[in-house]
């Protein structure tokens, strides 16, 4: 095997024809990734806000509205938004922006069933002393449950966010010039070398991947930490 492409190449893996060109390759990658990281997160709150406190003709439509982004594939949602929206609604989508909020909208509709099961997790102890204490639902909501809910969340939220690590390559139907398709570039220039090219983007992708899955791990442990904190904080109280 022979890795001297990857070194010939290295700088246009890692930030494409930047600065002579668009950045490409890893860098937007990892601005894909937290871009749509973040989106997806705000999003998920909110709608699983909406879905843990809502109830009837209301929690019916918005379980119909995220269970159809759940169901779609990625790759149809970017192919949808970029080719059918100019022509829909006649205006021009960037590249990078749809694949962003294609991602976005996939992951929120992912993370708001995790925001409403933690949401539902709290004891609804929580609840009645928030009452008893004249604060209002939703001050409660913010207060008392929001802050509680979100130690049991953020393992899984830091999950979705390794899998739009892994989603962003994607984005090589619309030609976003992201790792997976500058490699496919340069592999196509040399022709002869596509176990080594691709060994290694896989290689960095399990990179991201597990430094984000450590970081899950790492939450995941504070999280019960805190848990356990608070139920020998609880046992001192009735003890006494």
């Known amino acids: 095997m022979n890795f001297s492409v990857i070194l010939d190449n290295l700088d246009y893996l890692l930030i494409g024809a930047w600065p002579d060109g668009p950045l490409g390759g890893l860098a937007l990658t990892l601005i894909l990734s937290v871009l ?3 989106a997806s997160g705000v999003l998920g709150l909110i709608f699983g806000i909406a879905l843990a406190m809502s109830s009837g003709p ?6 119909i509205f995220l269970g159809f982004f759940r169901s779609i594939p990625i790759i149809m949602l970017i192919f ?3 080719f059918l929206l100019p022509i829909l609604m006649r205006v021009s989508v960037p ?3 749809t694949v962003v909020v294609a991602l976005s909208l996939v992951g929120g509709a992912y993370l708001a069933y995790t925001v409403a099961a933690g949401i539902e997790s709290v004891d609804a102890g929580q609840w009645n002393a928030g009452y008893a204490l004249g604060f209002g639902r939703w001050q409660i909501l913010a207060i008392v449950v929001l802050p509680q809910a979100l130690r049991v969340m953020a393992p899984s939220f830091v999950n979705q966010w390794a899998s739009l690590v892994k989603d962003t390559s994607l984005a090589y139907v619309i030609g976003v010039p992201e790792l997976s398709f500058v490699a496919t570039q340069v592999n196509n220039r040399a022709m002869i070398y596509p ?3 691709f060994l290694f983007i896989g290689v960095v992708y399990w ?8 970081f899950a791990t790492w939450l995941s442990g504070r999280s019960g930490y805190s848990r356990n904190e608070a139920a020998s904080a609880k046992l001192k109280v009735s003890s006494t």
Request: hydrophobic share 50%.
């Open 36 to 38: 749509s990281a973040i």
């Open 58 to 63: 209301v929690k019916t439509a918005l379980v």
């Open 80 to 82: 949808w938004s970029y």
């Open 95 to 97: 590249e990078v922006g």
């Open 195 to 197: 176990t080594e090219i």
């Open 207 to 214: 990179c991201l991947c597990a430094a984000i899955d450590r």
